[in-house]
């Protein structure tokens, strides 16, 4: 156990080390969200009286969408340089090549989150952050990196990746999309949401559901 | 026996690469194999290291076989490989490549390992370059380094003389005797008649996807 | 023979039901003509459901088996079970606007079958995009379990978010409750035995074209 816990570290360090000499993931994600964020903000005619739903909205399409497109450069250069399959030839069971790829990516993802919280409030003269939001955006970006990870790897080596990714992941993702904005929207409108308690089970549950899921299919996608 | 490859088959896209293909590799063995641009001799290392799965047949590696996830472990622990992609990350150094892939497979004193091999393979000057800054041919050593950092059962490699000078081949030659010679085993391409004959105990070519013994 | 008995059987199924849809049932008092549309939309939201089990059924025993001719079925009911989820989804907008005075609202079913529609979509560009051969058909089939096992998580999650957000109907109709007669409960069936006996036949022949080109890539 102590071997994996040591081995698991080793990988995500080294998928943090390669981020910090490219910064291609942050850059993609903290770029498109903040295109995105502002051009709803400069294409409206007030952003101070933006319905709450449709401002959360805002936030969470935009960290979908820039992640998807993250996701592929995340694993571009793994397939190019066949990393990925040198990962495969060493003893590393498949579900820490798994889950070491989910926590980088995780981590990536919710630093970049920060940044587009911040400029959504600066935007919409709002504040953001608050416990609720960054829970939410603890359990989001967990259930969003398992799976963005696990169809990362499938879309890799297909045609049309960003398109294919995007058209795979949002669709499963629907569940914790409801979840982010409908917590954050209540937050923004200076409340609690009513079933809060209900959509954070029901989103751990899918996190837990997935994770468990994904892990074991994990190394049936990545053998042929 | 270290390699057992019993009638193995395998198709990509209804393109039928090997087929009833068998081979073994035994201690102290060192075996090439030829054959011309796309006959399958990448397909049989990739089979050979558990990369790809035969359709048909049977691969058993150190009497273990890649079916298993365990043994799979096991089996990646004792073998090296280097395939015709060199499989190293190219933003980081020789040093940082070569010491993550050694914490890895376990390596305990990684760092002097490291540099003994680095050393034999001539590398010393490269080890806080870029690996991406290298030549072909020095990408290729550090490729070979990573393969030989848990001193392999069996070492696995696709065209080991790509890229290489003159020096660099005997150099490289040296290594698989020296492995041979002290009990171990390899399997390897080769396009090289010459190199071929430096440095294997067996050839074979692959014809129809079949092995014939040269 | 028994090919030509269907096709026979199916077209006189289908031109009664066009009948009845026309001629033969009377006009539902509360929604008037517009209520015909659901004898198209409601067929065709059941053979969608059928479909979408199927492909996860089949994509489980080609899983589990490795026999190509399951991963044929799974592909086939697919490629048909997504243009019969278009034809639900532009069927059920077309009623709505006059019954519920909105081209769509935020009911479980709705969201549900239209992320249902996606994953068909993802399922099936996947397969377009991917390299041909066994690893293909293999995350295929995983994607299509991936899409079942989320289909229920789905529902509930749009449930949850109904009851916080209501239903925005303001149509004049949007309150009455529909009644179906005999004779209209006769011919939303009839209905729905066409479509279902034109599916399957699609689905059919669409086995066959796979079979077919799977061959004649050999």
Redesign the interface.
């Known amino acids: 156990m102590r071997n994996w816990i040591e081995l698991l570290s080793t990988l995500t360090l080294k998928d943090i080390g390669l981020e910090i000499r490219t910064k291609e993931v942050f850059t993609t994600i903290i770029l498109f969200s903040i295109l995105v964020v502002s051009t709803f903000a400069i294409t409206s005619n007030n952003t101070l009286q933006i319905p709450e739903n449709v401002g959360a909205g805002i936030i969470w399409a935009s960290v979908i969408f820039s992640g998807s497109i993250a996701m592929i450069k995340f694993f571009a250069s793994e397939i190019e340089n066949e990393t990925l399959d040198a990962m495969l030839l060493m003893p590393v069971p498949r579900e820490l090549i798994f889950f070491s790829k989910l926590f980088s990516f995780f981590i990536f993802l919710s630093i970049s989150e920060m940044v587009i919280f911040a400029t959504f409030s600066i935007f919409y003269n709002v504040n953001v952050f608050s416990t609720d939001v960054l829970l939410t955006a603890v359990i989001f970006n967990f259930g969003f990196s398992s799976i963005g990870t696990f169809f990362g790897t499938i879309v890799a080596k297909a045609k049309s990746k960003e398109t294919l990714l995007a058209l795979l992941i949002v669709p499963i993702l629907i569940p914790l999309a409801m979840f982010a904005v409908e917590i954050t929207s209540a937050n923004l409108a200076g409340e609690q949401s009513e079933n809060i308690k209900t959509w954070i089970g029901l989103a751990i549950s899918f996190d837990i559901i997935f994770v468990v899921l994904l892990t074991f299919l994990f190394g049936k996608i990545v053998e042929e | 026996m270290l390699l057992e490859v019993s009638n193995i088959k395998k198709s990509f896209q209804d393109n039928l690469v090997l087929e009833n293909l068998s081979l073994s590799l035994d201690l102290e063995e060192s075996i090439c194999i030829t054959g011309s641009n796309g006959s399958g001799k990448s397909t049989l290392l990739k089979i050979c290291s558990g990369l790809l799965h035969p359709d048909q047949g049977a691969v058993n590696v150190l009497e273990k076989s890649f079916l298993s996830q365990s043994q799979g472990l096991e089996i990646r622990r004792r073998i090296g490989v280097l395939l015709h992609s060199n499989m190293l990350y190219p933003t980081y150094t020789v040093r940082q490549n070569l010491y993550l892939f050694a914490k890895i497979l376990g390596i305990i004193e990684y760092k002097p390992r490291v540099g003994e091999i680095v050393e034999r393979l001539g590398l010393d000057d490269s080890m806080d370059k870029e690996v991406q800054k290298l030549s072909n041919g020095n990408k290729r050593k550090v490729g070979l380094c990573k393969s030989l950092l848990n001193d392999p059962d069996l070492l696995i490699i696709d065209e080991p003389e790509s890229n290489l000078d003159a020096e660099s081949l005997k150099t490289i030659a040296g290594i698989l005797t020296d492995r041979a010679t002290s009990g171990k085993g390899n399997l390897f391409t080769s396009h090289s008649v010459e190199f071929s004959a430096l440095c294997s105990t067996k050839s074979f070519k692959i014809s129809s996807g079949s092995l014939v013994l040269l | 023979m028994i090919r030509q008995l269907y096709i026979v059987v199916s077209a006189i199924v289908f031109l009664v039901s066009l009948w009845m849809i026309f001629l033969w049932v009377p006009t539902e008092i509360n929604q008037g003509v517009v209520q015909r549309i659901l004898y198209v939309h409601v067929p065709f939201a059941w053979v969608s459901m059928v479909a979408i089990v199927a492909v996860a059924v089949y994509s489980v025993l080609f899983l589990a088996t490795k026999n190509p001719k399951w991963d044929n079925f799974a592909q086939s009911f697919a490629e048909v079970g997504v243009v019969a989820a278009i034809v639900m989804l532009v069927s059920g907008i077309v009623w709505a606007r006059p019954v519920w005075g909105v081209f769509w609202t935020g009911e479980a079913k709705l969201?549900t079958a239209l992320?249902?529609f996606?994953?068909y979509?993802?399922y099936l560009?996947?397969r377009s995009?991917?390299?041909?051969?066994?690893?293909r058909n293999?995350?295929a089939a995983?994607?299509a379990v991936?899409?079942a096992?989320?289909s229920p998580?789905?529902y509930?999650?749009?449930q949850?978010?109904q009851?916080?957000?209501p239903r925005a109907v303001v149509g004049p109709l949007s309150t009455q409750e529909s009644n179906l007669n005999p004779e209209m409960m006769i011919t939303l069936l009839m209905c729905v035995l066409s479509v279902t006996l034109v599916f399957a036949g699609t689905v059919w022949i669409q086995i066959q074209s796979n079979k077919y080109h799977g061959a004649a890539?050999?």
């Not at chain 3, 995009?129 to 690893?135: C, K, L, N, R, S």
């Open positions: 969201t992320i249902l996606f994953i979509c993802a560009m996947f995009y991917f390299p041909a051969g066994a690893t293999r995350i995983i994607i991936i899409g096992i989320d998580i789905i509930y999650a749009a949850i978010w009851q916080n957000h890539n050999a």
